[in-house]
């Protein structure tokens, strides 16, 4: 069971935590936990991380100190009063060691990947003990473990690293025989390289743990607990007669995360794909709904559209010349140089005619892949590169799609119906996403016309 930022985001929600942990505990259910800092900390320890190296001073740091303090021995003291001077003991000695790091990037005036790790792991330092405690409070046996001494080997890449195959194995030996006589609450989001080297693996990092520590102690289960009912539709702000939607394959779970929505990083769904292990989304604060289940092949539904994503911050490429016809590598050179600015690509089109691609990037990478694709016009390899902030883009996600004759059909024609003006369309090789663009100002108005179009927000018929 993995509980995120806003599940542990204060005494309250830890004591609802561990209200949820014993219940299944006594039914005789092994778990173990992994958790998130709380909701906040790691944005906080993010920036203050990045202001060092070129701060006037060190004032700063202090503050940030006094404020993780306060913050987290009054959740001890909410979730575990009990327990306050040993487990503060050990909170206060953290944060220590936070301070420390802090003063000497900002001493040294370098924030290496390394450090920036080191720094950012502290918001699930800082938490999993007070959970733990909590635990231990209510008469359950509790070890914390960072994600190394849990078993979790990554790739060296720091802050998007990924785990390695002998993870399973460690896991098993290290929580395995845990889980007959207690809990163990995993600090998630980190863990390390052979050599020991602590690394964080990215967004959704923490989903990620779970989902690799479910997979090493063979689980029957991997819980995702959130702060909604599941895996809806489409985001409720936009349309607010979204629906939970009750099961969904691994392949449309995959499909919404790589496009966006905040449902689970698609690497979190890999370990438990490699092991065909269910995974739930419920929600903490209502821990009665059945939430939403993520297997092999998904509930079998009447509809072929699941779910549709609204990603409005995004900006659209346009890299043009006729030099590029028929020219090998010329694909290549585009998307080397753009990994090289580190400018994640969203959605790629291109012309029969090779003269023209198109792309979708996010719109905070804009100008670093502007800045990568100059060089290439310097370099003749691409005539012409503009863009345009004033777009917005939609996928529309389901398994049911592939092979089903007319759904491009249907969407194509009520966008058209509610004239609508499609601007760039991409579609991937399982058919489970169909991905458009649209004006800015037209993007709500075509995701409703898609949730009504395919009915969405009614119960479907199995």
């Known amino acids: 069971m993995k509980f995120g930022g806003t599940s542990v985001a204060d005494a309250q929600c830890i004591r609802r ?8 505990h006594k039914a005789g259910n092994e778990v173990a936990v992994v958790v998130s800092a709380q909701r906040g900390v790691t944005d906080q320890l993010i920036e203050i991380a990045g202001k060092l190296p070129t701060a006037k001073d060190d004032s700063a740091i202090a503050p940030l100190i006094r404020a993780l303090s306060t913050r987290h021995m009054t959740t ?46 502290f918001g699930e330092r800082l938490l999993a003990p007070i959970v733990a405690a909590a635990l231990r409070e209510r008469g359950i046996p509790s070890t914390v473990m960072d994600g190394c001494e849990a078993g979790i080997l990554t790739t060296p890449q720091h802050g998007e690293s990924t785990s390695l195959p002998e993870s ?29 080297i602590l690394t964080t693996l990215g967004r959704s990092g923490s989903d990620y743990s779970a989902s690799i520590i479910g997979a090493g102690i063979d689980a029957d289960e991997i819980w995702i607990w959130t702060d ?14 979204a629906r939970v939607m009750p099961s969904l394959s691994y392949l449309e779970v995959m499909e919404l995360s790589y496009f966006g929505a905040k449902v ?35 509930q079998r539904d009447n509809r072929v559209v699941k779910a549709l994503t609204y990603i409005d911050k995004v900006a659209a490429i346009n890299i043009n010349g006729a030099q590029m016809i028929g020219r090998p590598g010329v694909a290549k050179a585009i998307f080397t140089i753009l990994a090289d600015h580190e400018v994640n690509v969203m959605m790629i089109s291109q012309g029969s ?34 863009h345009n902030h004033d777009v917005c883009a939609v996928a529309v996600v389901g398994a049911g799609m592939a092979g ?8 194509f024609t009520a966008l058209g119906a509610a004239e609508i003006n499609v601007m760039m369309i991409s579609q991937g090789s399982s058919e489970a996403n169909i991905s458009f663009v649209v004006h800015q100002d037209d993007g709500p108005r075509a995701v409703r016309v898609l949730h009504d179009e395919f009915h969405l927000s009614e119960a479907s018929d199995e």
Do not use: W
């Open 17 to 24: 935590v561990v209200d949820i942990l014993e219940q299944h």
């Open 264 to 298: 689970m990083h698609p690497r979190s769904i890999e370990p438990a794909m490699r092991k065909n292990i269910l995974v739930r989304v419920k929600n903490t604060f209502n821990p009665t709904h059945p939430g939403t289940t993520i297997v092999r092949n998904g």
């Open 76 to 121: 001890l003291e909410g979730a575990a009063p009990d327990q306050v001077a040993e487990v503060g003991a050990d909170i206060e000695e953290r944060l220590i060691s936070l301070q420390n790091i802090l003063f000497a990037v900002y001493n040294l005036r370098e924030l290496t990947p390394r450090s920036k790790d080191y720094i950012i792991s």
């Open 168 to 196: 399973d194995e460690r896991i098993q030996r290290r929580v395995g025989p845990l889980l007959k006589k207690e809990i163990p609450v995993i600090m998630g989001f980190m863990g390390c390289t052979r050599d020991g």
């Open 353 to 386: 005619s090779e003269a023209n691609i198109s792309l979708i990037v996010d719109e905070s990478h804009l100008s670093a892949a502007v800045t990568a694709l100059s060089d290439l016009m310097k370099q003749g390899v691409v005539r012409e590169v503009s």
């Open 228 to 241: 909604v009912d599941g895996i809806m539709t489409c985001d409720p702000r936009v349309i607010n007669d």
């Open 404 to 411: 089903a004759p007319g759904t491009g059909g249907r969407i």
